[in-house]
């Protein structure tokens, strides 16, 4: 059962680009599953600083094959302008499979995406504007186009004619922008489509029998629990399900190849866009995490809300994704704080939730119950080993592995790939 999967804990943006980065050396396949370009992944690896948003993370490994699942949603002239620009730093992309049933971002779900947005004012979800929502909708409503289909001609133009009909008018009457070329979009998709040809493969197929020859697997989540469509804070989600579950329908592979499930937390939180965030802090400690931690989106820009550990959403992955283990990074944005505090229920109308609250109300409105732990002032980049680090630094990692009952294996205190601590089995 060699797959692991490997998904985001929280709101997404855990450091997952560098969990999967330091785990790829032992995999024959890293795989994304869902989401598209709305993900980003910064990897730090041989002196140079990569921001992936739609290749995974393992084309840096020459032994790696890595694959675009049937899961994720395309955007093709994104997806070819990154193999552009990690062909210039001398990275082979040739290996790189893209499932013919992904799903395409089209122009007009980009454009859908921002009217819609801004439609909502200020209920809105606060999205990266890739067009992911309107792309995903398509899927589930039968109407989208998918890269095989750029493989066709004929059939593509005829289901983008199709498409372009509702969508045209709908930008046109409801929203007052102006209609989209079907045949300009035909022109240049398909221009993308040859260029990806070679690309295009069964990737279900080809990772069920990677597995059958012993090869490992890695299915590398985008976002976080909390983002799942399903299972986060809907509606302030994103539309797939980044969940573990997710990557199983998102990558064509049954339950019984799975052997891990790593976590990735960050070792405090941090949101982008709208939505409930108990532990929210807006005070001195969430600007220390907000500037030490350098939270600001590798996507969009923009700046991530920050907080405190969370241990009722942690406990909430854990359940959601059977996780395994975990994989605790930016422990070192925490120095120099005199105590750091744990998130350990939520309090709501006198009530206290250990769990994951039922109801969007009381996560909304619930007020968080912490538990303080003593702070450490050393700076932790330069510790090679974790029993090196301070020890409230391994007490902290301690209590959180005890609040979720979930071993951490990996304990990141900076963003090179040496950065990372194993943590001995206890
Ligand atoms: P969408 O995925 O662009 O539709 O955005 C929906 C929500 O998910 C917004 O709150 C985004 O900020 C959030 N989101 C999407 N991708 C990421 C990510 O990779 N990291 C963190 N937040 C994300």
Redesign the pocket.
């Known amino acids: 059962m060699p797959v692991t999967v490997l998904i985001g804990t929280q709101?997404?943006?855990e450091g997952k680009g560098k969990a999967t980065d330091l785990l790829s050396a032992t995999m024959d396949f890293v795989v994304r599953y869902q989401?598209g370009n709305?993900?980003?992944h910064t990897i730090v690896a041989g002196g140079h600083l990569l921001k992936l948003q739609l290749v995974p993370s393992g084309i840096l490994y020459p032994h790696v094959t890595p694959v675009i699942a049937d899961g994720v949603v395309v955007n093709p002239r994104v997806l070819l302008e990154e193999m552009q620009t990690l062909g210039e730093r001398g990275i082979d992309t040739s290996r790189l499979l893209v499932s013919g049933n992904a799903h395409l971002i089209m122009p007009y779900h980009l454009e859908l995406?921002k009217v819609t947005e801004r439609y909502l004012g200020r209920a809105s979800?606060?999205?990266?504007?890739?067009g992911?929502?309107p792309a995903y909708a398509d899927k589930a409503a039968r109407v989208g186009l998918r890269v095989q289909d750029l493989l066709d001609p004929k059939i593509f133009r005829q289901k983008l004619d199709l498409a372009l009909k509702e969508k045209n008018a709908v930008l046109s009457k409801v929203y007052n922008r102006l209609p989209l070329d079907g045949a300009e979009i035909a022109e240049a998709y398909l221009e993308l489509g040859e260029r990806l040809r070679s690309h295009v493969a069964d990737t279900s197929g080809i990772l069920y029998r990677a597995l059958r020859a012993g090869k490992h697997v890695m299915l590398e989540g985008?976002?976080?629990t909390l983002?799942d469509l399903d299972h986060g804070t809907y509606p302030?989600?994103?539309?797939s399900n980044p969940v573990a579950g997710g990557a199983l329908s998102g990558s064509g592979l049954g339950p019984k190849e799975v052997e891990r499930v790593i976590g990735v937390a960050k070792a405090y939180v941090t949101?982008?866009?709208?939505?409930p965030f108990p532990t929210e802090d807006t005070g001195p400690a969430g600007t220390q995490m907000s500037e030490k931690g350098h939270e600001r989106?590798?996507?969009?820009g923009?700046v991530r809300r920050c907080g405190w550990l969370d241990a009722v959403l942690l406990r909430y992955a854990a359940r959601i994704n059977g996780l395994t283990e975990l994989f605790v990074t930016k422990l070192d944005v925490l120095s120099g704080l005199e105590a750091v505090r744990i998130c350990v229920a939520y309090r709501y109308e006198g009530r206290e939730y250990e769990d994951f609250p039922p109801h969007q109300s009381i996560v909304h409105k619930a007020e968080p119950v912490y538990e303080d732990v003593k702070g450490w002032s050393e700076e932790l980049d330069a510790v090679t080993r974790f029993a090196e680090l301070p020890d409230a630094a391994r007490a902290y990692v301690a209590r959180m592995q005890e609040l979720v009952d979930v071993p951490v294996r990996f304990v990141s205190i900076g963003p090179a790939r040496e950065q990372t601590l194993e943590v001995p089995a206890a």
């Open positions: 709101w997404g943006d989401g709305n993900a980003g995406d979800l606060g999205t990266t504007k890739r992911i929502g985008a976002q976080g983002l302030f989600v994103t539309s949101r982008v866009g709208s939505g989106g590798t996507n969009t923009r």
